[in-house]
């Protein structure tokens, strides 16, 4: 059974930064296309950074374009989320899980998970003004 935990997260100030990791047991993080989404109060839980299993490829919400940066580390088997310029606004607990994206005429519209995993109990962040 795969276990998602999810770390880093804290009490900054608008501005400063954050590093958000994700590990996980029973699953080789590598292999698989994975992504980061946050769940502020009383708000769906969205779409942050996806990274596809190569590596190769990865994708970020518009609102954070610039000043998130997903990595991952193999051997480690860890994933990061490095979270710069944090506004108020990236308040929220963070996730991370297996990413699936769908795409309309090869333009992708949508990053959502695959469902393949439970959620992990997030980590919080918080950004005060």
């Known amino acids: 059974q795969v276990k998602l935990v999810e770390s880093g997260g804290g009490l900054v100030q608008a501005g400063e930064s954050l590093t958000l990791s994700c590990t996980a047991s029973?699953?080789?993080?590598?292999?698989?296309?994975m992504g980061w989404f946050r769940q502020a109060p009383g708000e769906e839980r969205e779409f942050v950074a996806a990274m596809s299993h190569t590596g190769r490829n990865t994708y970020y919400a518009d609102s954070v374009k610039g000043r998130f940066t997903m990595s991952r580390d193999e051997a480690k088997n860890k994933l990061s989320l490095q979270m710069n310029s944090l506004k108020t606004e990236n308040t929220a607990v963070y996730y991370c899980?297996?990413?699936?994206?769908?795409?309309?005429?090869?333009?992708?519209?949508?990053?959502?998970?695959?469902?393949?995993?439970?959620w992990g109990q997030g980590t919080q962040v918080t950004v005060s003004s």
């Open positions: 029973g699953r080789t993080l590598s292999h698989y296309s």
């Open positions: 899980n297996e990413a699936n994206k769908e795409s309309v005429d090869g333009l992708i519209v949508r990053h959502t998970t695959t469902g393949n995993c439970d």
